[in-house]
């Protein structure tokens, strides 16, 4: 490719002013037009900060001060206003709630023409247009509240591409989504891709994710310096994402433990197109003989147990429809489901939070209706799903502490608890910063410390990993495995079907406000049918196990589950 | 959105005038009724705005609840003026025909009750104003209109996003007071005032932080689509004035300036038939 | 959030965001959260406490312009008519509290005894010349109401507020300064 780099970063740094260290160390990037990139790194190694960089939000937002060049079409971004780069590089930010700055959709989408005074017949045209190319032409006159995270995602992608950007910049697109809606996203940014011919940058820890279709490199940011640039054949050969702490694609990490040499020539990008020979196939297989299936744990006794739950909004929304189910003391388990599914209203029920109009909830046989909210907190923990709605303390420390300064623990105590929650949920080496200058992933783990420091017998965990990569959301979850060992009931809300296969024997799936089953992982996500209900999506393990044509596919995933456990147990 | 301004959609003349006609409306009529104290003037205002209430197809059920609060308002407020100012009348209107005397230096006179009577036509012709305007234009509407009547764009968006995000700021400070009751803040009515306050705070304090957070991402985002990049902007809600509007619109510049002269002919804000 | 170097009348993109969502909060807190006071059925009116906070943050138009348009918002949406006399106090309030109150301070996250001093005396002059001042004289001018009813009123609601104000605004302007990181001041520590 002999073009010209859209972007060019050269030997490029920068540190925050509230910082002491940088946060970038000397940078080396290009991206040329119509390229298509992946940026994974560790949460708070620097990717947003990066990102900030490209769309000039630093220097002209955050200050701090930065070192070497970035240069964007051969002309350094320092001396452009951000009206020019914003010309160049369209951004969809992490958050998509907060990028969503008009009263209706349609407004929305036409906010960057309406402030180029565009004319109003014209812009009415490119909306009607840019909506059909994202697809949401139906609810252009909605307002933000009444679209599914998915929807809102599409949206702010239209208000982006509206005025025709050489550089697509996505900070995270995948949070949050539902699988499925996950998948589409990719296959949507990937069309885009086609038809506008910019230049792609996806920061994403969901890798195999992104990965469903074609990137041309993948980045790796890894403490604030770029450790690895490769296509993602080469990545995914070397080891370079599991010494970063990142996950790398389920069924690679299968082929390593079957012994199977991944080279580039197999082209190991994509599950359905690598390329096994016999031997591999054999070797797959010969593991899977060879590796003993883990026997199921015993269920404890009932603990809670909810009964024809019903329950609608005041704005008349049925959130939840007659749903029932049994949680067994000392289990872990999921609730999965799509967008809108009443996941996060189902456990606001049960913690009281909200009153259902019917049904009933039983702890350890007794109806717990009558108990305040605090006295159903002392049971019952809940991590909510957005973070800054949970933090009421300026410092880490005061936050996690909150709950027990107000049981007037007695100091030492508290700093002892406090201590060890931090250090546990990765936070001690930031115990005395201010809440405000932590990463998104980092702040989700302050509120997680928050609850455990209350150590309830049942936990809530709203999305526990949106947002962090794999060596702190292997820490988090290995701390709760430690809790549960200890007897802690556990439910997570999660999008994340690795979460789900690793940790949780079992898993509820929730459609428009029903139950729709309640199974093992391993079965629902073989399940083509309920997989599609539920918009989940098939995990690749179970397509790689029907490529190496074995007996049991869904044998094959609940004993690579098992293994991979006993591995990282070592 | 539409039920926190109780916008009624409905296809009627008064729905069809561009928000920025009933804005203007609104603000010009209002100014008119607050300069006289014109008995006339004001029951003409007030039938003036009860036709248009009929014109919109509003039906009286519909912003039943509103009409109900003002009512009682406007009663407690009228209580409470002729509890402090029985003669507010008399020295008014300068002459006092008494009708009966009720106790102490309660007394009712024709002043009195006259003057009451034009306070309650201030609410009368002001009030319907409002709930047609608030019930026939769309909020996207409003900035735009601002904006039109040639308010500066950058404060007209600041209106917009104020309408934007207050569902949202509504939904947290729920959410926030509970996780934080959960956590052990207790908000019991019982609680002393300054204790009360201060556990206000506890809850504010995310509040506020999300807020901010939100201004410093709101404000990137906003910049980063060239938001005051230009002197001025168009507006995807804005719609072409029809001659209904410039009617409408000369309608009650002419009202305002009657309202004016009123005060010259009348010698005085008040209209007096007791002189 | 760093509102450095920002000069007291300087109106850039993040004042506006800033007006538009204040005016949000002082709506939502004024119409919907009701905190009952000792008076029986009055309530606090705790959206000025954080008024006063945004005002010293963003400067008097901020202040002014969150004043009015959240309170000219909640007029509308609740009906009574549009009290105007009321609605510009609180665009007054907004506009001295900005004026007065150091900001610059507080946005760099300094908020020691003087500013706390400082911000209390901004808000008493505030709260006074709002509700004893602007708004009883606008209601003589424009309803001619009795003046001893609008004073009275006036002045209760100037006390009422000020105490509110000197509490939760203090109290949070101290939190926010406190958040706001020293240059140069994080460093990991193990
Ligand atoms: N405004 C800021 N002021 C000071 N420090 C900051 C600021 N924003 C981020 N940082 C610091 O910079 C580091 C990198 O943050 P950044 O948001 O770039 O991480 P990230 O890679 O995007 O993490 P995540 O995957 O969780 O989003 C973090 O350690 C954070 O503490
Ligand atoms: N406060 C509320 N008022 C009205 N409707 C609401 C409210 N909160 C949620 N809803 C609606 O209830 C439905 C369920 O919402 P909920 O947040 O439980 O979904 P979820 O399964 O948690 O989705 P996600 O996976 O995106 O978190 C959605 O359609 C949502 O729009
Ligand atoms: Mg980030
Ligand atoms: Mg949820």
Redo the contacts between chains.
Sequence with gaps: MKKEPVIQFEHFGFKY?????PTLYDINLSVYPGEKILIAGPSGSGKSTLAHCINGLIPFS??GDATGSLRLNGKETRDMSLFEISKTVGTVLQDSDAQFVGLTVAEDIAFALENDCVPHSEMLERVAEAAATVGVPSVLSHAPHELSGGQKQRVSLAGVIINDVQVLLFDEPLANLDPSTGKTAIELIDDIHRQTNAAVIIIEHRIEDVLHRDVDRIVIVNDGRIVADLPPNEILCSDVLKNCGLREPLYITALKYAGVQITPDMLPQHIEDIVLNENAKALVSDWFENTPPAEQPAKGPVMFQAEHIRFSYANGHEAIRDVSFTVHRGEIMCIIGQNGAGKSTFSKLICGFETPQEGTMLLEGTDISPLSIKERAEHIGYVMQDPNQMISK??IREEVGLALELDGLPREEIDRIVNDTLKVCGL??????????LSFGQKKRVTVASILSMNPEIVILDEPTAGQDFRHYTEIMEFLLELNRKGVTIIMITHDMHLMLEYAPRAVVFTDGKILCDDTPANILTNPELVKAASLKETSLFTLAVRCGLSDPRQFVQRFIDYDRRVREK | MTN???YIPKDSPVHKLTGATKLAALLLL?FAS?TT?DTRFLAGITILTFIMFGVSKIRFRE?K???W??FV?MVLNNL??YL??PE?GVM?YGARHEICRLFGRYTLTQEQLFYHLN?IL??LC??P???L??STTNPSEFAASLNRIGVNY??C??????????P???RE?HDISISLQARGVEMT?KEK??K???N??TI??P???T??????T??NA??LRS??KNKKRTWYEARPFLPADIAVIVVSALLLVLSISLNFVNGG?FYNPFV | ??L?NKSLWK????T??????????F???GR??A????VPNTT?N?QY??LA?MAACFGPIAGC?IGL??HF?I????????W?SWVIASAVFGFLVGLLGNRTRLAWGQFGKKGAINFNIAQVIAHAVAWIVIAPVLDIL?????A??VF?QGAVAAVANII?TA??GT??CF??A?????????????
Excluded at chain 3, 35 to 38: D, E
Excluded at chain 3, 75 to 82: E, F
């Design positions: 002013d509230a910082q002491i260290e955050y200050y300026t410092m001690y080496p930031f115990r005395n910063w201010p809440v405000s200058a | 926190l301004f109780n209002s607050m104290f912003v609840a509103l009409l609060f003002t308002f409470l003026i402090f100012e507010q008014l306070v201030k609410y002001m009030i104003l409002v709930i305007f608030v950058k404060i968006y600041a209106v917009s996003l104020a309408l934007r995000y207050i949202d700021i509504q400070y009515k005032l300054f009360r306050l201060k206000i705070v504010l304090f509040l506020i932080i807020s901010m957070a939100r201004i410093e709101v404000s906003m910049e938001f005051g804000r | 959030m760093n450095k109106v850039d993109v993040k506006i965001v800033a007006i538009g969502i204040g005016a949000a909060l709506f939502v807190l919907f959260v905190i009952p006071s000792p606090i705790i406490g954080v906070f312009l348009i959240g918002l007029d509308l949406s609740a009906g009574w008519g549009i105007w424009i309803y001619s109401e009795p001893n009813k009275l509110t509490i939760i109290l949070l939190a926010w406190k958040l706001v990181p020293d240059k140069s001041s994080l460093k990991k520590e193990d």
